[in-house]
Every structure is written in C-alpha cells, then in structure tokens.
C-alpha cells in the first residue's frame, strides 16, 4: 500500500506562482510512476504531469508544457509540481496518483492505484 498526501494548494493571482507536494509513505517508489490530475467543478478529471520515480523521466499535457515542472525527492519520498504563469482555466482540485509503472498508462486516471485527498489551487483573474 502507498499513502499519499499533497499540500501546498491555495488562492494566488493569474501570473502568479504555487508549488504543490505530495508526500508518499507505505513502500518503496522504485518501480512506480507517479501523477498529478486536477477535476475542475463540473468536468472529469485531467492528467497535468507524471514522473518516473526510478528514471525522473517526466510527461506533461499539452496544457501546462512549459509553465508547470514536475520533480521528485527521492530522500523525502516527495514529489513536487512548481506551477508557473497560473491562469485561472488552472483552477481545481489536484490530485496526486501512483501506481507500479508497467500498469500505468499515462494520462489515464483509472490505471492508478493509489490517490491522494486533494488540494485546492485558486487563480483568480
């Protein structure tokens, strides 16, 4: 079992900056891959980024290329999303996700395992 927390979500201004943390415990991450998604009211939940915990290799939707960065600690079992020129079409709630690599298909939430409880992001115009 693999328990996820994310922090760091919170209200900023279009332009402006917020780094997201999700931090694992339970098991070792080496054959995972790991996740951000983020469900805006009303609509279904959108891939953002994920990560190869062993390799660091990282994936991003078109949407956010260039402007969010996902990373991982392996110290501190933690990773990371740094969101940059927040818009508010980036408002949601975002969601980290885990699952053992060979199973994850990408951008498809329904192949992840683990799931964490959300964190709010709020860009206001």
């Known amino acids: 079992q693999v328990q996820l927390v994310e922090s760091g979500g919170g209200l900023v201004q279009a332009g402006e900056s917020l780094r997201l943390s999700c931090a694992a415990s339970?098991?070792?991450?080496?054959?995972?891959?790991m996740g951000w998604f983020r469900q805006a009211p009303g609509k279904e939940r959108e891939y953002v980024a994920a990560i190869n915990w062993s390799t660091s290799d990282t994936y991003y939707a078109n949407s956010v290329k260039g402007r969010f960065t996902i990373s991982r600690d392996n110290a501190k079992n933690t990773m990371y999303l740094e969101m940059n020129s927040l818009k508010p079409d980036d408002t949601a709630v975002y969601y980290c996700?885990?699952?053992?690599?060979?199973?994850?298909?990408?951008?498809?939430?329904?192949?992840?395992?683990?799931w964490g409880q959300g964190t709010q992001v709020t860009v206001s115009s």
């Open positions: 339970g098991r070792t991450l080496r054959n995972f891959r």
């Open positions: 996700a885990a699952g053992l690599i060979y199973l994850i298909r990408i951008e498809d939430p329904n192949t992840y395992n683990y």
